[in-house]
């Protein structure tokens, strides 16, 4: 039994940090504060009050943490999406790690003090951002997609433009030798060998994956994908691991899920979310658990620097690489270069470097340690004010009245349930109930009648309710099938092909199936036409955000512009009422303001046949009145 104290102690704390990631993940709910954030924060407490020490192998990181988290996020990258932005994520990601690195070590060589090798080696470690904190924070606000794909997109290639950069610049200083040409041509040949790996194994996996009908089997192939191209690439070929993860994952992610089963597709998403949730739960806090305090104070001035090169090379990469595209919008520039931050890949990097470097590989590391405990918790925590100070995530009026009205008649039902049942067990008498149970009960009518009024008035709330209580509707089926199947009242057959039909419509037909139910009871009274003439950039954030408040709106191909670039035509139908809110959504998703030059858009009607021109910086806009107004569905 000696024998295996070692590895009942190894579950004991893996059981432990489970434990606390758990509680973190349900705390920060309450507190509003970045998961991994918090993480760090506990694992760092962990780390005083606990005498257990914990040594973070560089080697232990690279191999089982990085590639599931690689190949979960492009896994779920849109190809399309990637198409449409692979230029700017390439900027970003291949020059921008380049000019990041050169301009980093230029500034902590020159104020710090340290050699130019060491601070381009540290430079090059500290180039590739983690964006997990940010991501987290856009999908709970609900940020624009397209910013989530930019700074998702340029982490994910920007980890292996870094790490072969890396170990470049490490090879250079231990050899003192360095050649410009035989650099660039092992960049590209490890980058572009990479890449090739990926694209090979993922559409390997692809094929096989098409002509396998079980999940389980399904699962375990892209689970040997993520792993398995990593190390085909890094120990094997010895070419970039990270490239032939995130290829990988791009393929399967996109060409996979055409020959899986609605039931495979859940089940592979589910599984990898969770693989993500574990790795991302022990990388952060492993990281608190590695932060020596004592260290980080005695090289406060060397981290100093290091934090102020870091903020002014991603301000210059992501400023000039957006100013040389002019695709990215001035309010978006400031998240993207908010967001850089830095994470698990940097301090393993850091902790990998050979001892032959001396002894300024301690202060690498401190430097490493310093800057992502400041993005972290500086960068990270200010992430979701800078969103709604710079107005790129909003809620409406009428949504905070619906989430205020919904949640009274929520806890006052509740209320009258918990009345009720103290009622019926004895605890209140019969004459005590009589007396408050009418009084209660019409509160709980009136505050549903309330959420059905604020409904209503705003038709995505509508559309958000019907999709929750259609994918409830669905869940409640399928519990009920295996019930079925338990109790030995259907067939394995049966219950499988029937699931089968239910996930299907869980993962393609709820929202298209609401908005359906919608327009079958709700005809738009639309008195206005709004024609807006809309720059390329601002398309899709602002189609989607009009189409998600139950405003028509209708695309019509246009062409001309300004030097050039291509503009848009939007035809959007202004129902009774919600001429502010059309108005007020152009100002949040143009690149400008609307400037508001009639009584027409100061919500009062329009009493001229004649267009009114509007300015709108970012958009043109011209008002018409309507006589009558039909949608014809082709």
Known sequence: MEAFEPIVRVEILVLILLLVASVVAILVRRFRVPYTVALVLAGFALSLSSDVVIELSPNIFLLLFLPPLLFEAAFHLNFHDLRRNFWTIALLAVPGVILNTLMVGGVVAWGAGISIGIALVFGALIAATDPIAVVAIFKKLGAPRRLTVLLEGESLFNDGTA???????VAALITGDFNLV???VDFVRVAGLGIIVGLSLGWI????????????VETTLTTVLAFGSFLVAEELLHVSGVLAVVTAG???????????SP???IVVNNFWEYTAFLANSAVFLLIGFQIDFPELLDNWQTILWAILAVLVSRAVVVYLGSAIRQDV??????????GGLRGGIALALALSLPLDIGPERSTITAMAFGVVLFT???????????LERLKIVFRSEGQLEYERRHARALATRAGYEHLEELHSIGLISSHTWENIREGVWGRVEALTEAVQE?????PELEIEELITARRRELRAQRGMLGNLRFESVISDEAHDELVAEIDHALETGVESWAQQILAEHIVPNIRQLLLVIIQQKDLETTSTTLASQGIPVTHIASTGGFMKKPNNLLVIGIPDGKLELVVGTLEKTTSGTVDYQSEALAGLPITTGAPIPIKVSGATVFAFDVERYEEIIS
């Open 329 to 338: 919008r001035m309010r978006w520039r400031h998240v993207l270069f908010w």
């Open 454 to 458: 604020t409904l209503h008035d705003s």
């Open 263 to 265: 039931t495979t597709r």
């Open 376 to 386: 972290l918790l500086a960068q990270g925590i200010s992430m979701g004010w800078l």
């Open 205 to 216: 996996v692809s094929l096989l994956v098409a002509r396998i009908d079980d999940h389980l």
């Open 250 to 260: 791009l393929v399967t992610g996109n060409i996979g899920p055409r020959g899986m």
């Open 182 to 184: 035989e650099g660039i």
């Open 163 to 169: 790490i072969v950069i890396f170990n470049l610049a």
